[in-house]
């Protein structure tokens, strides 16, 4: 029987892409007015949005990671765009830049940072069914202000995110606390999610069902990872999970 829901956030209840990709034109726009029509905003705002993404090459982690571990998230972001700048031939700027750009792109991904169409009411509807848990990877930094930005603990009964635990996703531990927190067995949850690497593989790992929200990604056989279930998109959950629970 089935009891619990354990749901990702980012892609899976709510477009983050869409919010993301608002703000990086924002961002983008803003520098491109500053330093004139040759500057590559937009080639800037992707490059930062990789950074704090953690899309880095070894140099870049040999840097960030001690900024993450001794100070903080926002000085490891503020940082990014420094050295973002001066790549780009920009060292002499203003201090407060950096801290502008880093606000502004916060509030506009916010204001655009909303559940998929549907998903409130899914959420509602399962709510009746089952105890819904979502685990997000991610800092407090940037999880903890989109949770509060859709009212998320309004939808669901737990929150977990990753940088608040001592393992990630896809790490047993945060699974296990997921299921603890439901009050039920590995073999009476379903998981969704839309990373093979953190979402399925922690799945499997706890032995709980997965499903896999593709989002035109390919199957990687390489990960040697296959989703229990897969959906194109986060409109067809509601479907699938109601299909699930009726067998």
Known sequence: MLKALLLDLDETLCDTRSANEAAKRLMGLALTQKYGAGFDGRGFADAYVAGIYRQWNDSQRARYLPIIEQQSEGAFRLQLICDLLAERGIADMDPGLAQALQDDFDSNR?????????????????????????????????QIPKIEAVNLSEHVDYIIIGGQEPEQKPARSIFDKALKLAKCEAHEAIHVGDSLAADIAGAHSSGITSVWIQHQQPLDAELGINPHHTVLHPSEIPALIRLLHNR
């Open 110 to 142: 916010l204001k655009a940072f909303d559940f998929y169409p549907g998903i409130k009411e899914f959420l509602a509807e399962s709510r009746k069914f089952f105890t819904l848990v979502v685990i997000t990877n991610g800092p407090e930094f940037s």
